[in-house]
Antibody, heavy 122, light 108 residues
Framework: QPQLQESGPGLVKPSETLSLTCTVS??????????WGWIRQPPGKGLESIGN???????YYSASLKSRVTISVDKSQNQLSLKLRSVTAADTAVYYC??????????????WGQGVLVTVSS | EIVLTQSPGTLSLSPGESATLSCRAS???????LAWYQQKPGQAPRLLIY???IRAAGVPDRFSGGGSRTDFTLTINRLEGEDVAVYYC?????????FGRGTKVDIK
């Protein structure tokens, strides 16, 4: 079974870009069998979908974040990437990467990373 | 965007009782593309139910899901201490999917 591990800076300044990676082991992000997603959870609050990506580059983004977010696949590193621009304190959250069950964004998440806390503060 | 409303916000029950959690969608969730996740403090969500009623591998049969279109339920029978968690529903009919705000289940 695959293991997913998020990584990146734990502290980002307001107006800067939040950049995270998700390293996948025991599986390939270039597999034609799965979509991959990013989800976030502000402290003490619920889950929010950010977007998802297929190995060929097809992406779907949350309407509320679409203007600021880019999700991509790094085939050489077997990683997913999340970039969120112009961050504010409202972007402080635990960020999770997860695997969709099949090669469709219309599927549930079956494997999740442990999450990484990113705080936006000067 | 499909908005999911979960109720109640908190459920406090005694061991052995049954819990019924509700998830109502603002519009029809096609093909029953709805999942339930369990999240314990400090942990990532864990998949319990997908496609509205299919139990994920390793999930005890005390957990069951049902419903269609706009009204879905998660039932937990014979409540145990290990079931203390927040439960989220998620629709994945539209991409990238949306989550409800969660129902917290406590044990008295």
């Amino acid at each position: 079974q695959p293991q997913l591990q998020e990584s990146g800076p734990g502290l980002v300044k307001p107006s800067e870009t939040l950049s995270l990676t998700c390293t996948v082991s025991g599986g390939s992000v270039t597999s034609q069998n799965y979509y991959w997603g990013w989800i976030r959870q502000p402290p003490g609050k619920g889950l929010e979908s950010i977007g998802n990506v297929f190995y060929g580059g097809t992406t779907y983004y949350s309407a509320s974040l679409k203007s600021r977010v880019t999700i991509s696949v790094d085939k050489s590193q077997n990683q997913l990437s999340l970039k969120l621009r112009s961050v504010t304190a409202a972007d402080t959250a635990v960020y999770y990467c997860a695997r969709h069950w099949r090669a469709s964004p219309r599927s549930h998440f079956d494997y999740w990373g442990q999450g990484v806390l990113v705080t936006v503060s000067s | 965007e499909i908005v999911l409303t979960q109720s109640p916000g908190t459920l406090s029950l005694s061991p052995g009782e049954s819990a019924t959690l509700s998830c109502r969608a603002s519009q029809t969730v096609g093909a029953g593309y709805l999942a339930w996740y369990q999240q314990k403090p400090g942990q990532a969500p864990r998949l319990l139910i997908y496609d509205a009623s299919i139990r994920a591998a390793g999930v005890p049969d005390r957990f069951s899901g049902g419903g269609s279109r706009t009204d879905f339920t998660l039932t937990i029978n014979r409540l145990e201490g290990e079931d203390v968690a927040v439960y989220y529903c998620q629709q994945y009919d539209t991409s990238p999917g949306t989550f409800g705000r969660g129902t917290k289940v406590d044990i008295k």
